[in-house]
């Protein structure tokens, strides 16, 4: 029993201490809305108005949202036929504050509840209806105090900085985690801003054995560099441990296209031939003194546990425009990107391209937000596998979505 | 005549002895040192010439603003002031009146940095919390003879005015009178002296600059049209705007326009008068009593969430008008909220700090009343107030 679970242990102790030390430095920390500042100059003619603790109404602190995606998808594939569908996805959420410094969230989403990476529901089913899960669930502690901590655990989603042209090829933006999760931001380093946070997911609960988890982290140190040139620079950080637990192969049953090994011949994958150790830094500068803002970015990615030697990814990227806050709104961007075989954990990667890992391509597109609330994505996707056995050739995969939020 | 003790002539040189030591100590620490006076006088020397009520600000910038020594002549008043810029006399001007459309053509920058109120003021023995305008013109032009007619008691109404070399005579008339002249006052000279007469005389109303008010017994400003004379209240309808004048190629007076406009330069300003970087509130629903709501529009950072892009605000800090922290508001619940918090806060100025990523900060003071929203678009504040 003293080796159970012994990765989620560690991450519990690591984020108790954490948040023991945020309480420790509670005093000193906090300036809370129910203490009276202290007059200091009295050269004022009028007195100071204090603070009111009023919380805001029950109705004020319940904020609902929901957007809803039609996407029209064709893929043009080399060998196989090629394919179009027509795919929806609604998302139905909710947040509420308890009090002014704990949030509980949830929301509702459509799609196959089995992917934990796409949310869409594909038309032509022979009008069965859809399925409806809950991706999230959390409770948020953010006490407002002066380095804003915040505490969050439940099912929610990853908030961890991510290349800004396209930032899906470590972790889909649909995969919300299971876990705990710490992030402090500091304003009094030499820099404009620096959040840290850190974090353990629960991967694979089993009953008997101890359990498949990834203890994440990731420091963000966001510079204005000069008149209009902000930068952000962020050092993403996932260790994956024990993802066969006591044998089990339910995480390898969804790999996405890892190098795996079939221990007992039975023609079934038993382990990943890698384990997982995921570096991940992203720079990204935004030059917004033109009409049209300019974003660049470049990533890097290494599986420093990685026992093949495709281990690596690397993305960069452009994007000019602005994103549709309003109507008129369009924004325009590439990006070229190559991700070998064990460089990211299949399972929790990007669902967009034709592969999860091992390939090479390119993402381009166009946004505009042709009502306030309304936006048109064109955009396409073509990708070549980066290890193949036969000749590797292009494959497309075209999409328009259109995206409303409410 | 006998002699005069010994002993008590010593005793005398001993103690004018000591009091020599103490005076010169007290000389010592009192008087600024020769390194602080050799400070001063290194600092290059800016000239003012105009509004005395402008020179006011000025003198309170003094020991906070360091980087120059300010040599100020206030007898010229606006008028004096607007001609030495134009005539490149002076580095700086103070007027307490919007510019001549011609100064304007002739090149000359003008810089707003606040509003003078002219408080109404009456003795303090009459119990009279308010007047509307209209009830302050039938006073000031003769037709109100007792205090009975406008809410108070039975007392003869004194009707006191500055006297015609004053602009504040001009404001108070423009604001109060319109068209219509004064009848049946008082005349005072100079403006200062009429917080000691007002004090003096049963039923005496009159008129003075914020900047004058002070803590003279028996005299009380009194609200005009249900706005109190305060030096927060950018509603107050009776005042006029203040401004410096300079010269583009002028560093130093250019520096100093921009420093009063600046937060620490608004402080002072609002020692006396109303800070120009004030955000007043607009009419809302009602909310509770005794409290005002503020609601922040701060600057927004999109989330991209599954491919569709959100927009919560950016946080913000509250803090006193001396910018001690009040509370930071994150000013949004969860990544997918796009509306602000609507913090519930007692009436008063607050000075607000939002982020934003083109200027890093923007500071400004937000006044809260009761039963208002006070609404707050930052980045129309980034492009038409704070530029």
Partial sequence: MSNRRPHIRQVTAALSCFAVAILLLAPSLSIRADQEPQPTSADQPQPEPQPVARPESALERLRPFADFRFRYEHDLLKGRPDRDRSRIRFRLGATFGITDDVLVGARLVTGNREDPNSTHQTLGDLFRDFEVGLDRAFLNWRPGWKADPRLTVGKFAHPFDVNPIYGELVWDADVQPEGLLAELDWRDFGVDSLTWAIGGYFVLETRETSDASVAVTQPVVRQRLSEGLNSSWALGYYYYSNLTPGGETEVVGVNRGNAVVDLDGDGVPDEYVSEFGILNPVIALTFDRWRYPLVLSAEYILNHRANIDEDQGWAIGLSVGRPGSEARNWLAYYQWQVVQRDAVFSPVAQDDFLQATNYRGHVSGLRYQFLKRVEAHLWALVSRPDQATGGAEDEWRLRLDINTRF | ?387
């Fill in chain 2, 1 to 387: 005549m006998a002699p005069a003790d010994p002993r008590i002539v010593t005793r005398k040189k001993h103690l004018m002895r000591i009091a020599g030591i103490l005076l010169c100590l007290g000389a010592y620490v009192a008087l600024p040192g020769p390194t602080a006076l050799a400070q001063h006088s290194k600092r290059p020397e800016l000239r003012y010439v105009g509004s005395s009520t402008v020179g006011l600000f000025l003198r309170d910038a003094e020991p906070v603003y360091d980087r120059v020594r300010f040599v100020i002549d206030t007898a010229p008043e606006s008028a004096g002031g607007e001609r030495a810029i134009l005539e490149a006399s002076t580095d700086l001007a103070g007027i307490a009146r919007a510019p001549q459309p011609e100064t304007l053509r002739a090149g000359i920058v003008a810089t707003a940095i606040g509003r003078d109120g002219i408080a109404v003021i009456i003795n303090s023995r009459i119990p009279v919390t308010n007047l509307t305008l209209g009830e302050l013109s039938r006073i000031f032009t003769g037709q109100v003879r007792s205090w009975r007619e406008v809410g108070g008691p039975d007392l003869p109404v004194r009707p006191h005015i500055v006297g015609t070399d004053s602009a504040t005579r001009d404001v108070f008339r423009a604001a109060v009178l319109g068209a219509a002249g004064y009848a049946g006052c008082k005349t005072v000279e100079p403006d200062a002296k009429m917080l000691q007469l007002v004090a003096a005389t049963d039923g005496a109303i009159g008129q003075i600059s914020f900047s004058f008010l002070d803590d003279t017994e028996g005299v009380r400003a009194i609200s005009v049209d249900g706005e109190a004379p305060t030096t927060t209240n950018f509603d107050y309808p009776i005042s006029r705007p203040l401004y410096l004048l300079w010269r583009e190629e002028n560093e130093q007076a250019r520096n100093f326009a921009r420093w009063a406009r600046d937060l620490e330069g608004q402080r002072v300003v609002m020692r006396r008068f109303v800070g120009f970087r004030v955000v007043g509130s607009v009419r809302g629903k009602p909310t509770r009593p005794e409290t005002g709501t503020l609601l922040v529009y701060t600057e927004t950072s999109p989330v991209l969430d599954g491919g569709i892009y959100y927009y919560p605000h950016r946080s913000y800090e509250i803090l006193t008008r001396e910018g001690q922290l009040i509370r930071r508001v994150v000013n949004h619940r969860g990544r997918n909220d796009e509306n602000p918090t609507a913090v519930h806060l007692l009436p008063g100025t607050y000075l607000i700090r939002a982020e934003s990523q083109r200027r890093k900060n923007v500071e400004f003071f937000a006044t809260v009343e009761v039963g208002e929203t006070t609404q707050v678009y930052v980045e129309e504040l980034i492009g038409e107030t704070l530029e």
